[in-house]
C-alpha cells in the first residue's frame, strides 16, 4: 500500500476538506467510514496528485468540542483545542449564565478555559468586577483587552504561542476584531485556499483553522453557536463548577442532584460563603436550561 501522508484540517471546503501536508493544501475526500473530520485533526491521507487525496485515517484526539444537532447525538466542531478564551464586554451586558455554560463545558471536554475582558476602555459595574475577581480565584486567567485600542493584543499573542486556541462568547463582544488584530493577514490567507483548491465560493465554512505569525493556531468559528447543554448529564454540569469538585463527594446520596436534596455538601457550601451564592443560583439556572432527558 501507498505511504500515507500525515496532515491537519484547516478547512471544510465545499464538500471537500482542507489538508495541510507540510505547506500545501491537499484538498481530500473522505473515507465514508469515517467518524465526522473536523477542523484540527490531525489525519492520515493517501494522495492521488500534489493538490488531492483521500483522508484514510483520523488520528486520535487529546480534545473534541461538539454542538448538539438534531437527532440524539451531538456533532463534533473542532478538534485538539487547547484553550477556549471566552470573550466578554461591558457591552453587550455580561452574560455571567453564558461564561458558566462555556466554562462547564470546557471542565468536561479536556479544553482549558480562559476568559477575555474586551472593550476595557469602556467602564463595568463593580458587581462584574467582583464576578471577574471570583473566577480569577477559581484559577481561571483573565485577560484584559481592547481589539479596537490594541490593548493587550500582545499578551493573547504569548498566550497563544505554542497551543490551538478558539473564542466564544455571546454577539457583539468584539470575537471577529480580536480575531483581525491577532491575524492581520486573515483575508489573504482565506484567498490563498480557495486559490489553492479553485473552490474560491466555498470558502464560507463554519470553522477555519489559522497560524499566527508569532506561533501557535487559532481555530475561527464565525457565527456558529457551538456550545449548548445537550451533551452534559447533570452530574457533568456540576462537576463544571470547579468549585463544586470538593464538595460533590461529601454529599450524602452518590446521586445528589444539588438542589434540595437532604445533606447536599455543595448547597451548604454556598450557604456557608465557601461557594459563591451568584454562581450556585446560575447552576440552578443551567440546571433547569438541560433537556430533561440528561435531568434525573
Known amino acids: 500500500m501507498a505511504t500515507l501522508s500525515e496532515g491537519l484540517v484547516v478547512a471544510h471546503l465545499g464538500k471537500g476538506i482542507a489538508v495541510e501536508v507540510d505547506d500545501t493544501i491537499v484538498l481530500c475526500q473522505t473515507l465514508r467510514k469515517l467518524d465526522t473530520v473536523v477542523v484540527g485533526d490531525r489525519v492520515k491521507l493517501s494522495l492521488s496528485s500534489p493538490e488531492q487525496g483521500r483522508i484514510e485515517q483520523l488520528l486520535p484526539r487529546r480534545s473534541v468540542l461538539q454542538r448538539p444537532s438534531r437527532s440524539e447525538h451531538p456533532r463534533p466542531v473542532a478538534a485538539n483545542i487547547d484553550t ?9 451586558e455580561c452574560d455571567f449564565l453564558l461564561l458558566d455554560q462555556y ?8 479544553i482549558d478555559a480562559s476568559l477575555v475582558l ?28 481592547s481589539a479596537n485600542q490594541q490593548i493587550g493584543i500582545s499578551e493573547l499573542q504569548q498566550v497563544l504561542c505554542g497551543q490551538t486556541g478558539m473564542f466564544a462568547g455571546q454577539s457583539g463582544v468584539g470575537k471577529s476584531s480580536l480575531t483581525n488584530a491577532l491575524l492581520p493577514e486573515k483575508s489573504l490567507k482565506i484567498n490563498s485556499v480557495s486559490d489553492i483548491t479553485r473552490h474560491g465560493r466555498h470558502t464560507t465554512t463554519a470553522a477555519t483553522l489559522y497560524h499566527l505569525p508569532g506561533g501557535g493556531d487559532l481555530i475561527d468559528s464565525p457565527g456558529v453557536a457551538i456550545f449548548g447543554l445537550a451533551g452534559l448529564s447533570e452530574a457533568q454540569l456540576a462537576w463544571g463548577y470547579r468549585e463544586f469538585q470538593p464538595f460533590i463527594g461529601q454529599c450524602r446520596f452518590n446521586d445528589c442532584r444539588h438542589v434540595n436534596d437532604k445533606d447536599c455538601a455543595v448547597r451548604r457550601a454556598s450557604e456557608n460563603g465557601e461557594i459563591a451564592a451568584s454562581r450556585y443560583q446560575r447552576f440552578l439556572k443551567l440546571r433547569e436550561k438541560m433537556p430533561p432527558a440528561n435531568r434525573h
Open 103 to 110: 466554562l462547564a463545558i470546557c471542565e468536561n471536554c479536556n
Open 84 to 92: 477556549i478564551f471566552v470573550v466578554f464586554a461591558a457591552e453587550p
Open 118 to 145: 474586551n472593550k476595557i476602555d469602556l467602564t463595568h459595574s463593580d458587581s462584574v468586577e467582583q464576578e471577574l475577581q471570583y473566577y480569577q480565584t477559581l484559577g481561571y486567567s483573565l485577560y484584559r483587552v
